[in-house]
């Protein structure tokens, strides 16, 4: 006798488990002590612009804007697996209270993700608006409300085949949680609230009645779960192996001039290999461009020279760090190890690479710095930079490769 209860609490307890064993590496000692820095420097900051607002400012439209963003993103984790196409698709019918649960789980989580947005920007809000904070509880409670409706949509238009579908669905489902969101902020008459109330309850139904007697789409479900889970791989392969993640490449014909300028040689053969795995995987060139731009913006708001050094040498860390899992790349090749080249070259040339990569973010967050007219701190910055890539690569690297 099939037990939908018994399938959700194992799939859902596996999912709990495995994330919970990753997220051990991820939030090390190292880490938290980074992130505290980040939090406490970026809240004195935010708190010190806050004052400065304007009366006229227009809080309302940016958290609407922002707010907007996170309500439409408003999926059901599912956690349904690749076989389930096969296994699953007969019990359909039998699923509901599978899939209800799943919707309450992520609606859960994702309020709570809401719920820390909105209280990170409810400041803005109170400075402009002698309301202050008393409102809260009461706007929270509505978008948890337009939250649920949101992924009872983003449900429905998985009973589609069309990409269009889900494209349009985005757009429009944006715009009413962005005017809503807006109308909330500004207090506006109930009447135009409960007017986008309507249109939002017709807009779900009318999905609801062209999808009454289609299937599910199961490929997309799986899918989707998939991406989701393998952006958390990607994260949790920055700190330790995670045999589940499957590496994605691509081609960026655009970089080989830096290819180019590697000499054809023996002893030059892993850092060719290194640098192509960096430059094409997404993993490392989209994290160190991704660092690199909230460094360079960091620094360039900061307006104190003592935390400009600090920030930057935080943010080369932060790379180094999550580039150290470049290092295993190719472990599971066996023809690397047929290269007929001595082992210490493997370990140079990571080390060269290393030091090029943190070169550059070091002289584009010098840049940014000089933009400001700052040069004597930007002097230091590229000093700083020297010095910590020199302990970094060469001695804290050492002790946490397997070499």
Same mark, same amino acid.
């Given at each position: 006798?099939?037990d939908?209860k018994?399938?959700w609490?194992?799939r859902?307890?596996g ?8 997220l051990?590496?991820i939030?090390?000692?190292?880490l938290?002590i980074?992130?505290l820095?980040?939090?406490g420097?970026g809240?004195f900051?935010?708190?010190k ?9 227009p809080?309302?439209l940016?958290?609407?804007?922002l707010?907007?963003?996170?309500l439409?993103y408003s999926p059901?984790?599912n956690?349904?697996?690749?076989a389930d196409?096969v !296994? ?5 019918n039998? #699923? /509901?209270g599978?899939? $209800?649960r799943? %919707?309450?789980?992520?609606l859960a989580f994702?309020?709570y993700?809401l719920?820390?947005?909105l209280a ?5 809000y109170?400075h402009i608006?002698?309301?202050?904070f008393?409102?809260?509880v009461?706007f ?6 337009v939250?649920a ?12 085949v069309q990409p269009s579908?889900?494209?349009?669905d985005m757009?429009v489902?944006?715009?009413?949680n962005?005017?809503?969101t ?7 008459n109930?009447l135009f ?5 309507v249109?939002?309850a017709?807009?779900?139904r009318s999905? !609801?009645v062209r999808?009454?007697n289609?299937? #599910? /789409?199961?490929?997309? $479900?799986?899918d %989707?779960e ?6 958390f791989?990607r994260?949790a392969?920055m ?6 993640l499957k590496?994605t490449?691509?081609?960026r ?5 830096f290819i180019n ?5 023996e002893?030059?053969t892993?850092?060719?290999l290194f640098s192509?795995a960096?430059?094409?995987?997404s993993?490392y060139?989209g994290l160190?461009i991704?660092l ?8 360039y ?6 935390g400009?050094?600090l920030l930057?040498?935080?943010?080369l ?6 580039l150290?899992p ?9 023809w690397v190890d047929?290269?007929?080249?001595a082992?210490k070259?493997k370990?140079a040339?990571?080390h060269k690479l290393m ?8 002289a584009i967050?010098?840049l940014?710095?000089?933009i400001?007219?700052?040069?004597l701190i930007a002097?230091l910055v590229?000093?700083?930079?020297a ?8 001695l804290?690297s050492?002790?946490r490769?397997?070499?």
């Amino acid at each position: 006798m099939f037990d939908d209860k018994k399938l959700w609490k194992e799939r859902a307890g596996g999912r709990v488990k495995d994330l919970g064993r990753y997220l051990r590496y991820i939030f090390n000692g190292h880490l938290v002590i980074v992130l505290l820095f980040l939090v406490g420097t970026g809240a004195f900051y935010y708190q010190k612009w806050i004052v400065t607002l304007p009366a006229g400012f227009p809080a309302e439209l940016i958290i609407a804007i922002l707010i907007g963003l996170l309500l439409t993103y408003s999926p059901v984790y599912n956690f349904l697996l690749e076989a389930d196409q096969v !296994f699953l698709i007969p019990l359909e019918n039998k #699923l /509901k209270g599978y899939f $209800l649960r799943s %919707g309450v789980i992520s609606l859960a989580f994702q309020g709570y993700i809401l719920l820390m947005v909105l209280a990170v920007l409810m400041p803005m809000y109170a400075h402009i608006n002698s309301t202050g904070f008393r409102l809260f509880v009461p706007f929270l409670a509505a978008l948890l409300i337009v939250k649920a409706w949101n992924m009872a949509v983003d449900w429905r238009i998985h009973y589609f085949v069309q990409p269009s579908v889900n494209r349009w669905d985005m757009v429009v489902r944006y715009f009413l949680n962005a005017v809503f969101t807006y109308l909330l902020l500004k207090q506006a008459n109930l009447l135009f609230l409960l007017l986008m109330v309507v249109v939002m309850a017709f807009y779900y139904r009318s999905f !609801f009645v062209r999808t009454r007697n289609m299937g #599910l /789409k199961w490929d997309k $479900l799986i899918d %989707g779960e998939e991406k989701r889970m393998a952006s958390f791989y990607r994260l949790a392969n920055m700190f330790t192996d995670v045999p589940q993640l499957k590496a994605t490449v691509k081609r960026r014909k655009w970089l080989d001039i830096f290819i180019n300028r590697i000499a054809f040689a023996e002893d030059k053969t892993f850092l060719y290999l290194f640098s192509r795995a960096f430059l094409r995987s997404s993993d490392y060139l989209g994290l160190f461009i991704r660092l690199t731009v909230i460094g360079a913006l960091g620094i360039y708001f900061i307006s104190f020279g003592l935390g400009q050094l600090l920030l930057s040498v935080l943010f080369l860390y932060l790379t180094g760090f999550q580039l150290l899992p470049l290092w295993n790349h190719h472990q599971n090749k066996l023809w690397v190890d047929l290269y007929p080249v001595a082992p210490k070259s493997k370990l140079a040339a990571f080390h060269k690479l290393m030091m090029v990569i943190l070169l550059v973010q070091t002289a584009i967050f010098a840049l940014f710095i000089l933009i400001k007219g700052e040069i004597l701190i930007a002097l230091l910055v590229l000093l700083a930079g020297a010095v910590f890539r020199f302990l970094f690569v060469y001695l804290y690297s050492k002790k946490r490769l397997k070499v």
